[in-house]
């Protein structure tokens, strides 16, 4: 069991500010190896996320000048529910020396943004990539999270693209707080206070996508329901490895203890995320916990053998409902959410087919892992990838859903 300890703000450490300019790396070859922890906790998951920083600093940190980084942004609110005061935001640089934790300020964002902004993304990484050019880099993002689906449906019903110049009661419902059960990290809801009440600001995996200015070796969501096929597919381009949960995540998060595992010459995503999967599985924890680590130079391939059994068995899958026993992953009424390879085996796919499908998921998941539950939810058939059933949503959603770049290589929704 991990100790709660006291968490240290970063405001207390010792702040280097003023530091001498970094020199131009661009005629070095890629040699340093950079790991950001990028966390949206201007919500209810604030205290979590707080401690998970703290987590981290109790670890292994590289030493000043090594050529391992470890970099956190982080946008918090004053308590979990305290989201009137609003707070300036900060990319530091953490490193240990002597024993001694130091913090280097390397950027400041305005209270007044979001870290949910696509462009307040895009500025921190770009600022990463002037410090650190030709460097290796690794993305880490915590926060709340509704995988791939647009912008305010998942706690309202329905989407609006957050926008100020819109009236405050057409915006999406910030409703994670009051949700019922364990907290969980349920990528991208901070809160937005108008009027009164409170708004949840979020981006799509498309405007995310499009906001990362760099290349990744690994990009890991600590957040909700991620872990689809339409997420992984999304970022193909964007990052070599993925790794995310099909289920909620409670909000503790992951064992950000073993944070070295991230920052290596080599590393080990598979071992991050298997100690992550015992901190749960094994531990005095809920245990609830499901990971995958997806390869995404096999996707293209996935695509291929999937957009065939769409076509051939597309009446057979436009059949199944939420009633069809299709192995689920969400809670209450989110039903956008289930197995990939079994939404296909309850569509009657061939041995043959399937044989196919099953080598196809082989060459991109690297590591996958599932308690037998979930917050009550069992977990019997698991591929490692969650999908949208179409005969579970709704036409609103299916027009949304023909955005995504899995759609449009597989054409699941006509």
Wanted: hydrophobic share 40%.
């Amino acid at each position: 069991m991990r100790i709660k300890t006291t968490i240290l703000l970063i405001a207390a450490i010792a702040v280097l500010c003023g530091c001498m300019k970094e020199p131009d790396r661009s005629k070095y070859p890629r040699e340093e190896f950079v790991m950001v922890f990028y966390g949206a906790g201007f919500n209810n998951l604030s205290s979590d996320i707080r401690n998970n920083l703290s987590v981290m600093q109790e670890g292994d940190l590289p030493f000043r000048n090594s050529k391992h980084r470890l970099l956190a942004y982080t946008h918090f609110s004053k308590s979990d529910d305290n989201f009137t005061d609003l707070t300036k935001s900060h990319l530091v640089h953490l490193y240990k020396d002597f024993g001694i934790v130091h913090a280097d300020t390397l950027l400041t964002v305005d209270e007044t943004r979001s870290a949910c902004e696509p462009d307040v993304l895009r500025e921190v990484l770009e600022k990463v990539a002037e410090l650190y050019p030709n460097a290796h880099y690794g993305l880490v993002v915590s926060s709340h999270g509704t995988g791939w689906l647009p912008a305010g449906k998942y706690s309202s019903g329905s989407y609006i693209q957050f926008s100020k110049k819109k009236p405050a009661d057409s915006l999406p419902i910030y409703s994670h707080d009051s949700y019922y059960g364990p907290k969980v990290k349920t990528f991208g809801a901070e809160v937005e206070v108008m009027n009164g009440k409170r708004y949840s600001r979020e981006m799509t995996i498309q405007s995310m996508a499009a906001a990362i200015p760099i290349h990744l070796d690994y990009l890991l969501f600590d957040a909700c329901l991620m872990g689809g096929i339409e997420v992984a597919y999304e970022f193909k381009d964007v990052a070599d490895k993925v790794a995310f949960s099909p289920t909620e995540v409670l909000s503790e998060g992951f064992d950000y203890s073993v944070i070295s595992d991230l920052i290596g010459d080599s590393p080990n995503i598979d071992a991050f995320c298997e100690r992550y999967f015992d901190y749960y599985d094994k531990g005095p924890r809920e245990h609830s916990a499901t990971i995958s680590v997806v390869r995404t130079s096999g996707l293209d391939a996935l695509a291929t053998v999937s957009k065939k059994l769409f076509s051939n068995y597309r009446s057979s899958i436009g059949s199944l409902t939420t009633f069809s026993g299709v192995q689920r992953y969400y809670r209450s009424d989110h039903h956008w959410f289930f197995d990939f390879r079994d939404i296909l085996a309850k569509a009657m796919v061939s041995g043959e087919e399937m044989a196919e499908l099953d080598a196809a998921l082989a060459g991109c998941i690297s590591y996958k892992a599932a308690t037998p539950s979930f917050l009550g939810i069992a977990i019997k058939n698991y591929s490692g990838l969650s999908m949208y059933l179409p005969g579970a949503g709704d036409t609103q959603l299916n027009e949304f859903y023909k955005t995504l770049a899995w759609n449009k290589a597989t054409n699941l929704v006509e």
